[in-house]
Structure formats: C-alpha cells, structure tokens
Nanobody
C-alpha cells in the first residue's frame, strides 16, 4: 500500500522560511518523479514544483520560482520543499504526490498523479 506523509507546515510571518518533508512508503521511491501541489480555500489544487527520479531535473510554478526549491533523498525515500521568502499568497494546504507509474519525466498536471498525502497547512501572515 502506497502511503505519503507530509510534515513541516506551520504559521509564519511574511519573509520567513519553512521546509516541508514527505516520506513515501510502499514502493521504490527512486523509480518515480514526484511533485508538490497546493490548495488555497475556494481554489483549485495547483502545481507548485516537481522533480525527476534522481533529482537532476526540476520544474516550478512561476509564482514560486526563485523562492522555493524541491529536492529529494532517495536513500531516505523523502521529498522536500524548501520555501523561502514566504508571502501571504503562499497560504494553502500543501500536498506531495506520486504518479501511478514509474519514469523520470517531470509531471506538472495533477491528473498524472495517483497518490496523495494528507496535506500540511502553511499559513503566512503579513
């Protein structure tokens, strides 16, 4: 059974940093690209960042580029999202996601992801 568990969310001030973590269990983490998404109240879930299976390639939403960094530690089956210079508009529930099939290619469409974590709340106040 595939399971994703996020941690690291919290309430911070604008300009602060947070690091989210996501641990995958139930299959070989290193064989899959991974992604981060977020969902604000009343909004659709949107793409934030994605990383290829060995971490050589990454992609970001324009709204977080140059502020967020996605990385992974395949030995620990863990995905990370380092978020710097947080803004109030970053407030959302953040989800890590894994596709239903192996492969190195980065995926930015949420329909390509089959497995989702429970989400972790990030709240940024001005």
């Amino acid at each position: 059974q595939v399971q994703l568990v996020e941690s690291g969310g919290g309430s911070v001030q604008a300009g602060d940093s947070l690091r989210l973590s996501c641990i995958l269990s139930g299959r070989a983490f290193s064989e899959y690209s991974m992604g981060w998404f977020r969902q604000a109240p009343g909004m659709e879930r949107e793409f934030v960042a994605a990383i290829s299976w060995v971490g050589r390639a990454t992609q970001y939403a324009n709204s977080v580029k140059d502020r967020f960094t996605v990385s992974r530690d395949n030995d620990k089956s863990t995905l990370y999202l380092q978020m710097n210079n947080l803004k109030p508009e970053d407030t959302a529930v953040y989800y890590c996601a894994a596709p239903g099939y192996s492969g190195s290619h980065i995926k930015t469409d949420r329909r390509d992801y089959r497995y989702w974590g429970q989400g972790t709340q990030v709240t940024v106040s001005s």
